[in-house]
């Protein structure tokens, strides 16, 4: 090592601006000013006041070295919300976003520039943030996880360019944090349905084993379900209740802020072969007690507890909802077993396979669920989980073979079929294996029938949001996409409806509305490539260089041969030709064709 070169642990943050090229390329001398002004008001003084230093600047890009990994973060929330205040003023054109990447690392020091692996993996971090947030190492994320309450989100692991082994991810975005914590900035857009609406919220484990968690979270999908079947409820989405998991919550608060009148919170105590559920309904305008009652039972009785649980909630709220339904509810004609406890487990496996972007997760709960349907075949819990498992999974890029991934989720679906004809989990499952299938329109035809018999389940309605933009039938996609966000506004797995509503501006040609929701689209599924290839087209028409660069270098590091598989028209996103070609054009532009 020459003089005056030496090593040291660093913690270093790398950040760049959002669409650089596109902001010179609007307003050059007014983007530059305002860089400028956002150095010397904001960043400079938040970097000294955390004891860093600006190593360098490059142009866009700005490389910082902090004595703390704790330090580092902490300027770099800093920086992200106040870059967010100072945008509020600022239209969508000319506002000036952040992507930061965080690591801690060996570093090469030389003079006052740092060099080394330490510096790329932290460069590779900074292009897997998404805009207004932070991409952490899994070194990082050690230091800080205790100190700091920060609710961070994991990422999984990513191979990226000239990194010899993966590098775990984990992030938080300003938009996250408002999504979990504003209730009041919530509360004042939604607006109450024109029917008796209700948030059936985590019921809580108490049954003092952590690993029974998927357990109480099963019961509170079971009693979400049946109440959904109803016409005459609004009932909030599955997915959007579970984030307030752990939370203590004021539940007039809740109310308001997802646009409800009723909210219903309970828990769950399994010992043995007996269990327990208290359930309470409260009045969200008032906070009174509608009722408040406590089910004992067996086990294998546990769905016969939660129908009453399901049949008090209607009889309490549902005014208009008649005999004939209400007969609907199952009346103790199922019973819970060993297969119903290894589907809610899967179901667990899959969120977690999303959530940290892990195939091998996925492949267990598809394990899973087939075990279930091998201990009781009439499970279809586990046969609807096996459809929807096989659909993300390949949508995802994580099957390895696309024919056997196929025949697992017809097989189920037909065994759906069989035994189920009029459920609409049957038909959510027939209309995922018309799409696996590439036959859009008979997937298309089973997902409506799907929303008909069950009008409030967000993942078939975004689901057939998708495919009705695949389809070019804009404002259906549209119509599905709002309604499945309207039943699921926290949902954090719901950037399929973003995706719909990103691709039908697209062959709108809308650029500048399909960016803002790919750009949301990401922020739910950052690995998905399909919202990818429609900021690289975005990026193209607008002459972003930047934008086509960030996406088409993180699209090659996890799925480096999606874009050559649209060209060889094996996985067609659009239907109609005309709005594929105005895909691939867009692709070309950005000099991605095969």
């Known amino acids: 090592m020459s003089e005056g070169t030496q090593r040291r642990l660093a913690a270093i943050v790398s950040a760049d601006v959002v669409g650089y090229s596109r902001l010179m390329g609007v307003d050059e001398t007014g983007t530059l000013a305002a860089l400028k002004a956002h150095r010397s008001e904001l960043i400079d003084p938040l970097v000294a006041k955390h004891g860093g230093r600006i190593v360098k600047t490059m142009g866009d890009g700005l490389l910082l070295e902090f004595p703390s990994v704790v330090a580092a973060v902490e300027c770099s929330v800093a920086v992200q919300l106040g870059m967010v205040e100072r945008n509020a003023s600022t239209s969508d054109d000319t506002a000036v976003r952040f992507r930061v990447g965080v690591h801690l690392g060996d570093i090469i020091v030389e003079g006052t520039d740092i060099f080394g692996d330490g510096v790329n993996v932290t460069a590779r971090l900074e292009a897997l943030s998404e805009a207004n947030g932070l991409a952490l190492s899994d070194d990082a994320y050690r230091q800080v996880r205790d100190r700091m309450d920060i609710d961070w989100q994991d990422g999984g692991e990513h191979e990226v360019k000239n990194i010899a082994r993966p590098v775990h991810v984990w992030r938080w975005s300003v938009q996250e944090t408002r999504q979990t914590s504003n209730v009041v900035a919530t509360s004042e857009t939604l607006a109450l349905p024109d029917k008796p ?4 919220l985590p019921f809580d484990n108490m049954s003092g084993d952590p690993e029974q968690e998927y357990f109480a979270d099963g019961i509170t999908e079971d009693i979400i379900t049946e109440l959904s079947r109803f016409n005459g409820l609004f009932v909030i989405a599955r997915n959007t209740s579970m984030t307030f ?3 203590k919550l004021d539940l007039r608060g809740v109310s308001k802020q997802l646009g409800v009148r009723y909210v219903m919170e309970g828990s769950v105590r399994k010992l043995g072969e007996r269990v327990r559920i208290t359930a309470q309904l409260i009045d969200g ?8 009652e406590r089910y004992d039972g067996s086990l294998k009785d546990l769905f016969e507890l939660q129908e009453e649980v399901t049949r008090k909630v209607v009889t309490s709220i549902g005014t208009e909802i008649t005999q004939a339904e209400l007969g609907r509810v199952g009346q103790g004609t199922r019973v819970f077993d060993e297969a119903n406890d290894l589907a809610w487990q899967s179901r667990k496996l899959f969120e977690e396979s999303i959530y940290r972007g892990e195939a091998s997760l996925m492949d267990e709960a598809i394990e899973l669920a087939e075990r279930a349907v091998s201990e009781n075949a009439n499970c279809l819990s586990a046969y609807l989980g096996l459809c929807r498992y096989c659909h993300i999974r390949q949508l995802y890029g994580w099957a390895d073979d696309l024919a056997g991934n196929r025949e697992i989720a017809e097989a189920a679906a037909r065994e759906m079929m069989a035994r189920a004809p009029r459920d609409y989990s049957t038909y959510e499952a027939c209309g995922r294996v018309g799409l696996m299938s590439g036959r859009i329109a008979e997937g298309t035809g089973y997902l409506e029938q799907a929303h008909e018999r069950n009008p409030n389940d967000a993942e078939v309605l975004t689901t057939l949001a998708w495919a009705e933009a695949a389809n070019g ?4 996609a549209k119509n599905c996409a709002h309604l499945a966000l309207r ?22 040609r809308d650029f500048e509305a399909t960016r803002h929701w790919a750009e949301l689209a990401i922020q739910s599924h950052p690995t998905a490539p399909i919202r990818r290839a429609l900021m690289i087209a975005c990026g193209a028409e607008a002459g972003d260089e930047a934008l086509v660069r960030a996406h088409a270098d993180y699209l090659n590091n996890f799925a480096p041969d999606f874009i050559h598989s649209l060209f060889r ?14 895909l691939l054009d867009g692709l070309s532009k950005a000099g991605l064709a095969d």
């Open 285 to 292: 305008f008032d906070g009174d007690h509608v009722w408040a």
């Open 569 to 582: 028209r094996e996985n067609p996103i659009f239907q109609q030709p005309d709005h594929m070609q105005m």
């Open 473 to 476: 039938n804009v404002e259906k």
């Open 487 to 508: 039943l699921s506004p926290k949902d954090r797995w719901i950037g399929v409806a973003h995706l719909a509503l990103a691709m039908s501006a697209f062959v709108e």
């Open 197 to 200: 609406s209700i948030a059936v």
């Open 245 to 247: 998991k752990g939370q």
